[in-house]
T-cell receptor
Framework: KAGVTQTPRYLIKTRGQQVTLSCSPI?????VSWYQQTPGQGLQFLFE???????NKGNFPGRFSGRQFSNSRSEMNVSTLELGDSALYLC??????????????FGPGTRLTVL | DQQVKQNSPSLSVQEGRISILNCDYT??????FLWYKKYPAEGPTFLIS?????DKNEDGRFTVFLNKSAKHLSLHIVPSQPGDSAVYFC??????????????FGQGTILTVHP
């Protein structure tokens, strides 16, 4: 089976712009979670989607949003970019029917740099 | 508050010896625990997991031990190999509700295995 894929791998934007990142989960996985990794805050949960519905959201401002399509592919969007949004953005997929007791498999990440 | 803690930022061991990485948690609702290995600018790679109903899980050179009363888990790597050098993250999840799809990560431990 192919793993989780994320596009693009690298992105450079300027403050005030918006960005959309894409994630394709492992075939058959219906849950996609997004995380942000920064040197200061570590790996932090952004949100989770299952069957096109957001089921959970982390403590991030409303500028961070996402969606999931019927084929389980997911996108996340960050509007009005700030310097502090520079990070590695990771998505992870899992089968998803259970509340939490299955393994999340991560993609390679998208490195976002905001200038 | 940091619900998952890895108190050792780094660990250095000789090739062939045992590596022991430790993790403590505070949230008693956590019932599934995972260890991931990560290289810079890449996504975490799943290593091994353990459910709260067990106290040990083994997979090849990797063994995870869970002590629920102490809220402590550890990852043992035997024998350690230079290719094991990476950052290791402990993560935890809880069932359902506001925990859907959310992994809470520790800050990571840098493991260096010397030839």
């Amino acid at each position: 089976k192919a793993g989780v894929t994320q596009t693009p791998r690298y992105l450079i934007k300027t403050r005030g712009q918006q960005v959309t990142l894409s994630c394709s989960p492992i075939s058959g996985h219906r849950s996609v979670s997004w995380y942000q990794q920064t040197p200061g805050q570590g790996l932090q949960f952004l949100f989770e989607y299952f069957s096109e519905t957001q089921r959970n959201k982390g403590n991030f401002p409303g500028r961070f949003s996402g969606r999931q399509f019927s084929n389980s592919r997911s996108e996340m969007n960050v509007s009005t970019l700030e310097l502090g949004d520079s990070a590695l953005y990771l998505c992870a997929s899992r089968p998803g029917a259970s509340g939490g007791t299955d393994t999340q498999y991560f993609g390679p990440g998208t490195r976002l740099t905001v200038l | 508050d940091q619900q998952v803690k890895q108190n050792s930022p780094s660990l250095s061991v000789q090739e062939g010896r045992i590596s022991i990485l430790n993790c403590d948690y505070t949230n008693s609702m956590f019932d599934y625990f995972l260890w991931y290995k990560k290289y810079p600018a890449e996504g975490p790679t799943f290593l091994i997991s353990i459910s709260s109903i067990k106290d040990k899980n083994e997979d090849g050179r990797f063994t995870v031990f869970l002590n629920k009363s102490a809220k402590h888990l550890s990852l043992h790597i035997v024998p350690s190999q230079p290719g094991d050098s990476a950052v290791y993250f402990c993560a935890a999840s809880a069932k359902g509700g506001t925990s859907y799809g959310k992994l809470t990560f520790g800050q990571g431990t840098i493991l260096t295995v010397h030839p």
